[in-house]
């Protein structure tokens, strides 16, 4: 796009240089797909532009095309479609994600890291989440969203930032439970010293977390019998799997930056891998099998109350799937946000970002793979800055955030692929559509039954007058808490990090509440949160979900966008523990007003399933 429409709605030229930078990134890959076509997308029963044709279905079976109609019961899938003797793959797709029954729901925003409890390794864990969601389902909460639990490069310092992973695909062995099932072995004396050291931190310590937790998961790795639900874990897990545990004993053995490593690396299916594998088999058993032990433990968690996933926006440009999908991403390109009211410089995420053309190609598998693996705790997925499903800023290297171009991306079969993994799923679809949003987006995805965010602070319409297909809260991970706006402290926050702070902004979202909450004069921040979330909880969204962060006290943000090392971001535990969140009056009143508003569904039923 050569212009743009930016947040204060004039029209801005892309630089030359940018341009041309862009341009140059996309060079020409050709159209070619698997199979050499591109991939066909098509619905139940649509014409297809062959008269006669075979449909080999990825479950084996085989349909046959007369007249240019597909078969109507075709069932929805990737297939393959062969006319002529050309073969092409067949996206057969829903076009709608699947859309939750009964009446409007609650549940609870979990920061999981930031849950610790008294038996937590300095960082909250799949056990915790278990007792929260036991917790949660008898206040009558339907599900808990949780920040990414996505894998991390496997290397010290560890990344801080959930939305900074080696792999979307994977999880973060930190979430492990030690001390229970599968793993569940005993602590040694001088390991529970160290336990009771980090898990009264001030902030949270990954590299302390890190250090002591694999060091007793080797050990029971070394321990362990053969278990057959290991076996079939990694079967199932196949290539993606192989692959990513092979990346972690590469990574422990070169160091971060997999375009650093030796040349015969970089090639994921070269003989100098497979080598690796070969002569690392054990080390490779084991990245595997903790990720099978996070599984069970995730699983089980997800039995108390289902689990919605935020699926961020890309992955880090060092880690396990940019490596996997190197040919797939546009060189020399990051991915960011314009300039905006919150963030006057832009943004610069440092992600690397998908080739449209190279992803069409590619039948969108790493998509798929992506909105698969996020969907398979029966609570739904957000999806992060969904806006990318429709474009991209672009960066290029040299540029600075706000020089950056917008990049369109193939939207109508993106929304395909994420409407056929949410049918198969079961699993509800929230797209985070905050920020500057292209005219005719959101219509776009209400069609394909997306659910909106609808966040306070951002709203000028009170909460009852808020569309039903949207999922309501007072606020994100990157924006003030209740209590921060309240008393004031988060702009004095802002202010201590060195971020510039935004007074007509904040002075917007403080109205708000206000608005919402009504308060009597003198109300302290405990009955202003129960009173604004009673608004929410009046509202006619699908869903609503209240922060674990208000029902806490927290006053510090999660995380303050445009700061590194003057804010510590993502490290800081709520401040309370969940064994005192189940004794609180405040985190009660909360749930009992949504409850009230939203009475629970019927026992096995839930926000997310139908």
């Known amino acids: ?105 609650w549940g609870w925003d979990a920061p999981l890291y930031a849950c610790r409890s008294a038996r937590s390794w300095g960082i909250g864990d799949a056990g915790d989440l278990r007792r929260l969601g036991r917790w949660a389902r008898r206040q009558g909460a339907s599900v808990i969203l949780l920040n990414p639990l996505s894998a991390p490069l496997p290397l010290l310092p560890q990344e801080t930032s959930p939305y900074f992973a080696s792999s979307r695909l994977f999880g973060n062995p930190l979430y492990i439970a030690v001390d229970e099932e599968p793993v569940g072995g005993g602590v040694a004396a001088e390991t529970a010293a160290t336990l009771r050291r980090i898990n009264s931190s001030k902030l949270i310590d990954r590299d302390a977390v890190f250090t002591t937790k694999m060091r007793a998961l080797e050990a029971a790795w070394q321990a362990a019998e053969g278990d057959r639900r290991f076996d079939a874990f990694r079967t199932a897990g196949g290539q993606d799997l192989e692959r990513f545990a092979i990346f972690n004993v590469l990574t422990e053995r070169f160091g971060s930056g997999w375009r650093s490593w030796p040349a015969r690396f970089h090639d994921p299916d070269s003989a100098a891998v497979a080598r690796v594998a070969t002569e690392e088999a054990d080390h490779v058993g084991f990245h595997a099998w903790l990720e099978w032990v996070l599984e069970v433990q995730l699983q089980a968690a997800a039995r108390e109350t289902p689990l919605m996933h935020d699926v961020a926006v890309g992955f880090d440009p060092r880690g396990a799937d940019a490596w996997a999908n190197q040919d797939l991403l546009a060189p020399g390109i990051r991915i960011g946000a314009p300039p905006d009211t919150f963030n006057r410089d832009g943004q610069d995420w440092g992600l690397p970002a998908f080739d449209p053309a190279r992803l069409r190609a590619a039948g969108y598998a790493p998509l798929a793979s992506t909105f698969r693996a996020a969907m398979r705790h029966g609570g739904g997925v957000r999806i992060d800055h969904v806006l990318g499903l429709f474009r991209l800023w672009w960066i290029p290297d040299g540029c600075a955030p706000e020089e950056g171009a917008y990049v369109r991306y193939p939207a109508a079969e993106m929304l395909d692929v994420l409407a056929l993994e949410s049918q198969r799923a079961r699993a509800m679809v929230v797209g985070e559509d905050l920020g500057t949003v292209e005219a005719g987006v959101r219509h776009e995805l209400r069609r394909r039954g997306v659910l909106s965010s609808r966040v306070l602070w951002f709203e000028s319409r009170p909460p009852d007058r808020w569309p039903r297909q949207a999922v309501a809260s007072m606020t994100t991970h990157d924006l003030p808490t209740t209590a921060g706006l309240w008393s004031g402290s988060d702009v004095e926050d802002e202010a201590a990090a060195g971020h510039r702070p935004n007074p007509g902004g904040t002075a917007r979202m403080r109205r708000r509440l206000l608005a919402a909450a009504v308060p009597s004069p003198g109300a302290g921040v405990d ?77 096995g039923r839930s926000a997310g399933q139908g």
Not at 54 to 70: C, I, P, Q, R, W
Not at 557 to 575: F, Y
Request: hydrophobic share 40%; charged share 20%.
């Open 1 to 105: 796009m050569v212009d743009y429409l930016g947040a204060d709605r004039r029209r801005r030229r892309v630089p030359d240089q940018t341009l041309e930078a862009v341009l140059g990134a996309m060079e020409a890959t050709g159209d070619a797909g698997p199979g050499g076509a591109l991939p066909l997308f098509a619905r139940p029963g649509d014409r297809l532009p062959v008269q006669r044709a075979t449909v080999y279905t990825e479950s084996g079976g085989e349909a046959h095309v007369a007249g240019g109609v597909l078969p109507a019961d075709l069932p929805i899938g990737y297939h393959r479609l062969v006319a002529d003797g050309a073969g092409r793959l067949l996206v057969v797709s829903p076009g709608t994600c699947h859309q939750p029954e009964g009446p409007p729901a």
């Open 527 to 603: 009955d202003v949160v129960v009173a604004a979330y009673q608004a929410l909880g009046a509202s006619p969204c699908r869903l609503v979900l209240a922060s674990l962060a208000d029902a806490s006290g927290q006053a510090r943000r999660l995380n303050m966008p445009g700061t590194v090392e003057s804010w510590p971001n993502w490290r800081i535990p709520l401040p309370r523990r969940l064994e005192q969140l189940a004794r609180d009056r405040l985190p009660a009143r909360i749930a009992k007003a949504l409850s009230q508003a939203r009475p629970a569904p019927t026992r």
